[in-house]
Structure formats: structure tokens, C-alpha cells
């Protein structure tokens, strides 16, 4: 598979730490950033496409927490009953996003200051699924704002994609975990059935499933990423390609490789599935 690339884009790419070699051996140029619009064919190398359709359950999702997690928040007295909204499978886009604001399901709902029900193009090409939303994307109100952001922003445009176009960002929480820790099983069981209706109405080509949660919820697997990744699996009949989180890639900056090479999979399955 080939790709068009411009000078902005190379710049991204090696801002991913990826270099570009075509036709000769000449690294990225960074000063010609938004100068020159020429584009250069490379060749990027994608592996077979294998669809694994992974095995659904309808029960609320399982995750086994690796690190300790906080205790959830404990109830105000005068606080309503914890319930899961219900009917939010046959929800229209405005509904479910209204259900998400006021959703009172768990114990993140004590602390938010918003929620984070996602952002993008409403007929995306794309579907990019994060954690949970951290301080930024809680004072915000819209996910993957502060420095993990920056980079999946520098990754999208250098598939010449965005935030807002072919592109859906959501998180599979939609409230942000207390000192961003970990997201509980439980707290993930009350709010997938959001994700799931989200997709659903969404229909996206491909899912992207960024980090640990992102992919054990979508999948229902536990298996680690670097055993998933590589290959295209399947939610619920749209195929999904598992990369790293971007925070995780701000601190192994090694790894940056491979999640270019995810996006390039990802990449290549939707070119597929357009043909
Ligand atoms: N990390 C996530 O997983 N989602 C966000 O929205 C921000 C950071």
C-alpha cells in the first residue's frame, strides 16, 4: 500500500519518532513545515488482515484492574439512588447525549464537572476509543485535550485525517476517575452501554481501541496489547484494531513505531472495506 505524504505530515510522522525514506535516504525535513506542499509516495508495509471475531457477552464487562484502584466514592446522604438509565439502546444520538449528562449510574458523577460524551464527525470513517477523560477533558468537557491529545492529533494528521473530520472521539467512561486512576469494573459496566449505542449509531468503518480499558471493554479480552495488536478483531460486526494509549506512548517513545504501524493496519483495512 502506498501513501500520499506532505511536508506536514512528514513532520508529524517524525514527530511520532516514524522517519520517512523515499525515494532517497533524506530525513524529514522539519523546516519546510507548512512551506512546501509537495507529496511523496512510501510504501508502507501492512500485514495480512485477519478478522477474529471476538467473543461478545451481553453481561456487563469484567476488567481485572492490575493496579490498586480507589474505592468508589461513597453516596451523600441526600443523593438519589445509583441506577442505570434505562432505554439507552434505542436512544437517538441528542437523547444519548443528554442521558450521559445527567447520568447518575455510578460514583463519577459526584465529581465531574462535565461529562465527556465525545467529539468528531457524526458520519466518521473512524471511531477512536480512549479511557476515560483526565483533568482537561473534565474541565472541558470534550476528551483528549491536553498532552496525549496533542499527540493523537499529530498522529491523525499524519493520516491526513482530524478531531472533526472522519473522525470520532469518545471515551469508554464519560466521567473522569477521582486523581485519574484506573477505571473500576463496575464504573465500566454502567457506562458501556453508551459506548455500545454510541457505535451503533455512529456505524463507524473501524474502531480504534487506544490502551488497556479501551480494548478489554471492547473485546472482552484481558490479554495484554502487544499480544492483540497486529491483527483485526471485531465489536459487534465493526472491525477494531487495538493500538497503545497515547499517554503510554508520551513515556516509550520507542513504542511510537508500532502505533504508526497500527494506524497504518487500521488504514489499510478501511481502504479495504471501501473497494
Ligand atoms: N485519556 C483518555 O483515555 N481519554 C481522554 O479523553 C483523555 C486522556
Keep these: ?32 513545515q507548512g512551506q512546501v ?45 445509583r441506577q442505570r438509565m434505562p432505554g439507552i439502546e434505542a436512544m437517538q444520538w441528542e437523547a444519548l447525549g443528554e442521558a450521559v449528562a445527567t447520568c447518575r449510574a455510578c460514583g463519577l458523577c459526584e465529581g465531574r464537572h462535565n461529562t465527556v460524551f465525545g467529539v468528531g464527525d457524526l458520519h466518521p470513517d473512524w471511531l477512536i476509543v480512549g479511557e476515560a477523560p483526565g483533568e482537561n477533558e473534565d474541565r472541558e468537557g470534550e476528551p483528549f485535550v491536553g498532552q496525549a491529545g496533542k499527540l493523537l492529533d499529530n498522529m491523525l494528521a499524519a493520516l491526513s485525517l482530524s478531531r472533526h473530520q472522519r473522525v470520532y472521539i469518545a471515551n469508554v467512561l464519560k466521567c473522569r476517575p477521582p486523581g485519574n486512576r484506573n477505571p473500576e469494573p463496575q464504573e465500566i459496566a454502567q457506562c458501556e452501554p453508551f459506548l455500545r449505542r454510541q457505535v451503533e449509531l455512529l456505524q463507524p468503518k473501524i474502531i480504534l481501541a487506544m490502551g488497556r480499558f479501551a480494548v478489554q471493554t471492547l473485546l472482552q479480552s484481558n490479554e495484554p496489547i502487544g499480544r492483540l495488536r497486529g491483527r483485526v478483531h471485531d465489536y459487534n460486526g465493526v472491525p477494531v484494531v487495538v493500538t497503545y494509549h497515547p499517554a503510554y506512548l508520551l513515556r516509550n517513545l520507542p513504542d511510537k513505531a508500532k502505533a504508526w504501524a497500527d494506524l497504518c493496519l487500521a488504514q489499510g483495512v478501511l481502504r479495504g472495506s471501501s473497494t
Design 1 to 32: 500500500m502506498s501513501l500520499q505524504l506532505d511536508a506536514r505530515q512528514r513532520a508529524m510522522l517524525q514527530e511520532m519518532g516514524i522517519r520517512v525514506f523515499w525515494p532517497e535516504a533524506t530525513p524529514v525535513d522539519l523546516s519546510m
Design 37 to 81: 506542499e509537495e507529496t511523496e509516495a512510501i510504501a508502507v508495509e501492512v500485514a495480512p488482515v485477519e478478522v477474529r471475531p471476538a467473543a461478545r457477552s451481553p453481561e456487563p464487562v469484567a476488567v481485572r484492574a492490575e493496579r490498586p484502584v480507589a474505592l468508589p466514592t461513597p453516596l451523600r446522604p441526600d443523593a438519589p439512588p
